[in-house]
């Protein structure tokens, strides 16, 4: 599994204030770039798309995990819910390069390159693979016991 550096870890908490102004915006913005994959867009509740709650749940969770990048155990139960969630549509590691090439842009953006340097994006890169590893072997496992 992948780790996140001391200054990624960092730069990650430091922009949470900006995830808490922008998380909305971002999330909206960057599943607008996901769903131009029309497989991927297939996976989604749309319903949950038009209403704003699956960005706005995004958004939630993007703040969360920057908040606690240095205490992961204050999110077990959260990733619990996502990997189920993840099972559940039938979410495959091969998904996730997909998030993260909608996210990471998406993050830019929103929040302008003078925030989203290439620095914070790397740290949100590092951030999001870390958590991409957790969840997928979290999901392996779960597809495996269901099987």
Do not use: C
């Not at 915006?25 to 709650?53: C, H, P, V, W």
């Not at 999110?75 to 819910?81: M, N, P, S, W």
């Not at 998904?95 to 340097?117: E, F, K, N, Q, S």
């Amino acid at each position: 599994m992948r780790t996140v550096s001391p200054e990624a870890i960092a730069i990650v908490k430091a922009t949470a204030p900006v995830i808490e102004k922008q998380g909305l915006a971002i999330t909206t913005a960057m599943y607008a770039r996901l769903f131009e994959n029309a497989e991927i867009a297939k996976m989604f509740d749309q319903a949950a798309q038009q209403s704003g709650e699956q960005p706005r749940r995004l958004a939630a969770a993007i703040l969360a995990y920057a908040r606690n990048i240095d205490k992961l155990e204050n999110l077990g139960a959260a990733v619990e819910r996502m990997v189920h969630r993840h099972v559940e549509t039938g979410v495959k590691s091969e998904h996730y390069p997909y998030v993260a090439d909608a996210l990471l842009p998406a993050i830019r953006d929103v929040v302008g390159a003078d925030v989203a340097t290439d620095a914070v994006l790397a740290a949100w890169g590092e951030a999001y693979w870390m958590l991409a590893d957790i969840l997928i072997a979290a999901e392996a496992r779960a597809y495996a016991q269901a099987a």
